[in-house]
């Protein structure tokens, strides 16, 4: 499911991935967050996961308008070593 399509889900977890927070896409955290209040759940709450790097919600805001359950952030670390031959 993606933003924008017409479905009628219903869902008591939900995983929002970090590059809907990258400017490129276009999507805002109010209107996510307005998707997610109007998502039926058969349950109280609405479990709301994030998963992304280089904690890309945090820095583009998102965390101050979505109240997130969790977030799996992860950072990528790279190592260059040459090797004389």
């Known amino acids: 499911m993606q933003l924008g399509e017409s479905v009628v889900p219903e869902a008591d ?7 809907l927070a990258m400017p490129k896409i276009g999507s805002t955290p109010n209107e996510v967050k307005a998707f997610l209040n109007n998502l039926p759940s058969s349950s109280q709450k609405k479990l709301v996961i994030a998963v ?3 904690s890309v919600f945090e820095r583009e805001g998102w965390t101050n ?10 950072d990528l670390e790279n190592h260059l070593q040459a090797y004389d031959k």
Not at 13 to 19: I, R
Not at 65 to 74: G, K, P
């Open 13 to 19: 977890t939900v995983v929002l991935l970090g590059e």
């Open 52 to 54: 992304c790097f280089q």
């Open 65 to 74: 308008i979505i109240d997130f359950d969790y977030i799996i952030d992860s």
